[in-house]
């Protein structure tokens, strides 16, 4: 401070108050950005674990509660499955934002969600049609007399829903013959089916008419095996029934089930119609396969067991109703 001869005062600050002054600065913005990076920390570790990647080449962005986003990336076919044990490891222990649950993946007009705390559950709205695949009457030579039209297995050099002599699309398809469940009809196949019988038996593959079972298209990223337990629940009725992944459907379709599971949610069982349109709710279970021949009855009450403690109607009502 210096006062001069007409009484004018004047403060002179020296360099080292100046230099105090801006540390002082420093500090408040260094700590206020401290406080502020833990904030937002502690506020994303509590709605978002970190996830790992899988490198397949295919991203993919979910998008999560309040706004954020993480990468995530997944095989693209059940049919062909991971490339290892590893890769599935990985994916089916992907953490799961707790009290969420996360995009998945759409198809058509269905958005696929993986759910909380149970990585390896997915779920999805959708209608149903149904698959004729594996009932011993599903496909036969003279038009009208199969459950299902020819033109859904396909046509000559390129069938899909019946078997063939060489099992390659291609072939020629297979008759059953007299000592088979429906001789004169086409052998229809799945894609679950039992090793130990022959390919040109009809009791290889999963019966429609007999086992509920559900479809998942080519294009899905859900990582299911043959042989899954899921449930589906209809929404309108809320008749339920457990079954299994036991074929794959054409890409970009989602909404599939057998005969035997359209009659077990109440709605039209006939495959030469349109199915339904009703929203039911598929619940899958990934990484439960037991493989293939199961019991119907095992099936119905693992897959309820498994639906129960992943937490029922209850749970399902919040995630999805």
């Given at each position: 401070?210096?006062?001069?001869?007409?009484?004018?005062?004047?403060?002179?600050?020296?360099?080292?108050?100046?230099?105090?002054?801006?540390?002082?600065?420093?500090?408040?913005?260094?700590?206020?950005?401290?406080?502020?990076?833990?904030?937002?920390?502690?506020?994303?570790?509590?709605?978002?674990?970190?996830?790992?990647?899988i490198s397949t080449g295919m991203h993919h962005t979910v998008d999560v509660a309040m706004n954020r986003s993480t990468p995530l990336v997944f095989t693209c076919d059940p049919r062909l499955g991971f490339k290892n044990?590893?890769?599935?490891?990985?994916?089916?222990?992907?953490?799961?934002?707790?009290?969420?649950?996360?995009?998945?993946?759409?198809?058509?007009?269905?958005?696929?969600?993986?759910?909380?705390?149970?990585?390896?559950?997915?779920?999805?709205?959708?209608?149903?049609?149904?698959?004729?695949?594996?009932?011993?009457?599903?496909?036969?030579?003279?038009?009208?007399?199969?459950?299902?039209?020819?033109?859904?297995?396909?046509?000559?050099?390129?069938?899909?829903?019946?078997?063939?002599?060489?099992?390659?699309?291609?072939?020629?398809?297979?008759?059953?013959?007299?000592?088979?469940?429906?001789?004169?009809?086409?052998?229809?196949?799945?894609?679950?089916?039992?090793?130990?019988?022959?390919?040109?038996?009809?009791?290889?593959?999963?019966?429609?008419?007999?086992?509920?079972?559900?479809?998942?298209?080519?294009?899905?990223?859900?990582?299911?095996?043959?042989?899954?337990?899921?449930?589906?629940?209809?929404?309108?009725?809320?008749?339920?029934?457990?079954?299994?992944?036991?074929?794959?459907?054409?890409?970009?379709?989602?909404?599939?089930?057998?005969?035997?599971?359209?009659?077990?949610?109440?709605?039209?069982?006939?495959?030469?119609?349109?199915?339904?349109?009703?929203?039911?709710?598929?619940?899958?279970?990934?990484?439960?396969?037991?493989?293939?021949?199961?019991?119907?009855?095992?099936?119905?009450?693992?897959?309820?067991?498994?639906?129960?403690?992943?937490?029922?109607?209850?749970?399902?009502?919040?995630?999805?109703?």
């Amino acid at each position: 401070m210096k006062t001069f001869k007409d009484g004018e005062v004047i403060h002179l600050y020296t360099m080292r108050h100046q230099t105090n002054i801006k540390l002082i600065i420093l500090w408040v913005v260094a700590i206020c950005a401290v406080f502020a990076f833990l904030l937002s920390t502690a506020s994303f570790a509590s709605d978002l674990s970190t996830h790992e990647s899988i490198s397949t080449g295919m991203h993919h962005t979910v998008d999560v509660a309040m706004n954020r986003s993480t990468p995530l990336v997944f095989t693209c076919d059940p049919r062909l499955g991971f490339k290892n044990m590893k890769e599935r490891r990985a994916a089916m222990s992907l953490s799961v934002p707790a009290g969420m649950k996360i995009f998945f993946q759409r198809i058509g007009s269905s958005s696929i969600y993986q759910t909380k705390k149970h990585g390896s559950v997915y779920i999805f709205k959708s209608g149903m049609n149904i698959d004729a695949d594996g009932a011993f009457t599903a496909y036969h030579p003279l038009p009208g007399k199969g459950l299902d039209h020819l033109g859904n297995a396909g046509r000559p050099g390129n069938w899909w829903g019946i078997v063939t002599h060489n099992t390659k699309r291609s072939g020629k398809p297979v008759l059953q013959d007299a000592t088979d469940p429906a001789p004169g009809y086409y052998v229809s196949g799945t894609s679950l089916q039992d090793a130990t019988k022959k390919n040109n038996d009809p009791t290889r593959y999963v019966n429609s008419e007999a086992i509920p079972f559900f479809v998942l298209p080519g294009d899905s990223r859900i990582p299911a095996t043959m042989g899954d337990f899921g449930y589906v629940v209809n929404m309108d009725t809320a008749m339920s029934s457990g079954c299994i992944f036991a074929d794959v459907g054409p890409d970009n379709k989602i909404g599939e089930g057998s005969i035997a599971l359209a009659r077990a949610v109440g709605i039209p069982s006939d495959p030469r119609g349109e199915g339904t349109t009703d929203q039911m709710i598929y619940v899958v279970f990934t990484d439960t396969s037991q493989g293939w021949p199961v019991d119907k009855k095992y099936i119905d009450s693992h897959s309820n067991q498994l639906f129960e403690q992943w937490g029922g109607m209850e749970r399902l009502r919040r995630e999805m109703y």
